[in-house]
């Protein structure tokens, strides 16, 4: 298990990329400051890259289950960024550890954008990355979530938000690890004789006898120019428009073609790129595990990272942590946003007890300029009386 205290880190110093720092924090909102602190970014627009050896370096997870568990808290509301561990092999050069670095697994929370806020389950295989074909939405508020995958030795897996199941299946068929057992055969051609028209021309169709209409005709209401001069200008010919009998190109009606064969498919072989894999679930040289991300805006918390081969041990552990800790900072959270709220309804009345104080001077002073005004009326009056 790797936890942030005492977590042996190793910053990646690949060339080209501008890394944000982490620092250890609990958030604006925990249930136990010291039991909550996990690895926080903290710059805005950076990449991200940081790696930590295994206590116990994963050499094979055959006929064994494979758990990759961790937690993050987006309290920056972010809008664009992952929040995803990689798992990497030995071969990894920690200070190296760049966006196109080889690993065996990435797991976790992808959000980029309003639509796009997935869970990403990415395995490679025989040096291929191969992407989960099935949708899992991500939690996207500032709560810190559990996130869980499950790699079991019957080839088959489990994610887990929040320590409940989210999404779980077959290793073969959720993946394309495998080429598929036929193909259809690159050799095989359409007859010359498939009919794969659907329809055909009516044979015993014919155009009517007033189809044919020309598309254009002359103006019947146009009028030649009185000071027209046929002399200097010509032959007046009256101008053209569109002619509302012209009924285009005479088609035939379409009738059911009986001797419609279908859309010809080629015939279905053996693919001779096919094997059959029962270790499909097997991961070997498991060394590190790493944060190699980007983030525009940055505040996410990452903690109670866990690589184990014990489904009961990570379920009950999060149970016992995540769990706990997600009701008391779910607490703190509502009472933070309810103080928040009472501040800016507060501010809101002192606003509006402004703006009335003001108002109501501004009238006070109408008033007084009005009895001034009447006043100086008065006067002039009895000056002229």
């Not at 309290?75 to 960024?81: A, S, T």
């Not at 019957?154 to 887990?160: I, L, W």
């Not at 320590?163 to 993946?175: A, I, M, P």
């Amino acid at each position: 298990q790797i936890r942030t205290d005492g977590l042996a880190l190793v910053q990646s110093e690949h060339a080209g990329k501008e890394f944000g720092k982490l620092e250890i924090s609990s958030g604006e909102f925990f249930h136990d400051e010291v039991k909550d602190a996990g690895l926080k970014t903290t710059e805005n627009a950076r990449f991200y890259g940081v790696s930590a050896a295994l206590s116990t370096p994963v050499e094979s997870t055959e006929g064994k289950t494979l758990v990759v568990q961790f937690s993050i808290k987006h309290e920056q509301k972010i809008d664009c960024g992952g929040g995803y561990l990689k798992l990497f092999p030995s071969s990894l050069e920690p200070k190296d550890l760049h966006g196109d670095a080889p690993y065996n697994i990435m797991f976790g929370p992808d959000i980029c954008g309003p639509s796009a806020r997935r869970v990403h389950v990415i395995f490679n295989y025989r040096g291929k990355n191969l992407l989960l074909k099935k949708e899992i939405r991500c939690k996207d508020d500032e709560l810190t979530h559990l996130y869980t995958l499950i790699v079991r030795a019957d080839n088959t897996y489990e994610v887990r938000i929040d320590n409940k199941k989210e999404q779980s299946g077959k290793l073969e068929e959720d993946w394309d690890f495998l080429e598929p057992k036929e193909i259809a055969d690159p050799d095989a051609k359409q007859p010359e004789n498939w009919d794969d028209n659907p329809f055909l021309d009516d044979p015993e169709a014919t155009k009517p006898e007033d189809w044919e209409q020309p598309e254009t005709i002359p103006d019947p209401d146009a009028k030649m120019p009185e000071d027209w001069d046929e002399d200097m200008d010509g032959e007046w010919e009256p101008p053209v428009i569109d002619n509302p009998d012209f009924k285009g190109e005479w088609r035939p009606k379409q009738i059911d073609n009986t001797n419609y064969q279908g859309e010809w498919e080629p015939e279905m072989i053996a693919n001779p790129n096919y094997f059959e894999d029962e270790q499909l679930y097997i991961q070997k040289d498991i060394k590190y595990v790493g944060i190699d991300i980007w983030q525009v805006k940055a505040g996410s918390i990452f903690d109670n990272i866990l690589i184990t081969d014990d489904e009961d041990f990570a379920r009950n552990l999060a149970k016992e942590t995540f769990e706990a800790s997600a009701a008391g900072e779910k607490e703190k959270k509502d009472a933070k946003d309810e103080d928040e709220r009472k501040k800016r309804e507060d501010e809101r009345k002192a606003r509006e007890a402004a703006e009335a104080e003001a108002e109501a001077d501004d009238e006070q002073e109408d008033d007084i300029e009005d009895d001034e005004s009447a006043f100086a009326e008065d006067a002039e009056v009895e000056s002229f009386s």
